[in-house]
């Protein structure tokens, strides 16, 4: 199991495949076994719809640490978004990222942060040679957030927009 990252504006907690199952399938029980409290309209249909496909992978017995979903705690342990990768990296090195965070903290401080901090994470990886993020399931504010974090826009062949970040020879983002 990893461990949290811990940034000046809040904390990455890693969740169990335990915690992951019950927060896709029991919001309360998921509260009561890890004491954090969810933040109001945190979960989006469309991440919902992508915690059921992770809890999927979860069960089938995979065990990588790609497959963690990635709980933002503020204050008063207080869970204001989750962000997890699509899977593991595919055979060009790159991994998607997909996140889903409570309105009121969106374009926040810690968003960047955690953003910030889990492609380091993934960066820190051998394996991982970029970072995507398919841009059309939420607001394009995020698009923002990305640019300033480093990530360039590009068209998919299907004709979405998404943004890619690269890492470096140095391991830096590019």
Same mark, same amino acid.
């Given at each position: 199991? %990893?461990?949290?990252?811990?940034?000046?504006?809040?904390?990455?907690?890693?969740?169990?495949?335990?915690?992951?199952?019950?927060?896709?399938?029991?919001?309360?029980?998921?509260?009561?076994?890890?004491?954090?409290?969810?933040?109001?309209?945190?979960?989006?249909?469309?991440?919902?719809?992508?915690?059921?496909?992770?809890?999927?992978?979860?069960?089938?017995?995979?065990?990588?640490?790609?497959?963690?979903?990635?709980?933002?705690?503020?204050?008063?342990?207080?869970?204001?978004?989750?962000?997890?990768?699509?899977?593991?990296?595919?055979?060009?090195?790159?991994?998607?990222?997909?996140?889903?965070?409570?309105?009121?903290?969106?374009?926040?401080?810690?968003?960047?942060?955690?953003?910030?901090?889990?492609?380091?994470?993934?960066?820190?990886?051998?394996?991982?040679?970029?970072?995507?993020?398919?841009?059309?399931?939420?607001?394009?504010?995020?698009?923002?957030?990305?640019?300033?974090?480093?990530?360039?826009?590009?068209?998919?062949?299907?004709?979405?927009?998404?943004?890619? %970040?690269?890492?470096?020879?140095?391991?830096?983002?590019?």
């Amino acid at each position: 199991m %990893c461990e949290d990252l811990i940034g000046d504006y809040g904390i990455l907690t890693p969740l169990s495949d335990r915690q992951s199952i019950d927060l896709s399938r029991d919001v309360e029980s998921f509260e009561e076994t890890t004491d954090f409290i969810l933040a109001p309209y945190l979960l989006e249909s469309v991440f919902l719809d992508q915690l059921a496909e992770k809890v999927d992978t979860l069960q089938s017995g995979i065990e990588t640490d790609w497959n963690i979903i990635w709980a933002m705690v503020a204050q008063q342990d207080t869970v204001v978004g989750f962000l997890d990768f699509a899977g593991p990296p595919n055979d060009r090195g790159e991994v998607i990222l997909r996140w889903s965070i409570n309105p009121e903290w969106k374009n926040s401080p810690f968003e960047r942060e955690a953003l910030e901090k889990l492609v380091g994470w993934a960066f820190s990886r051998e394996e991982c040679l970029s970072v995507s993020v398919v841009k059309g399931i939420s607001e394009a504010d995020r698009a923002a957030t990305l640019r300033r974090l480093g990530f360039r826009g590009e068209q998919t062949m299907s004709g979405r927009e998404s943004y890619r %970040c690269i890492k470096t020879v140095e391991g830096r983002l590019l």
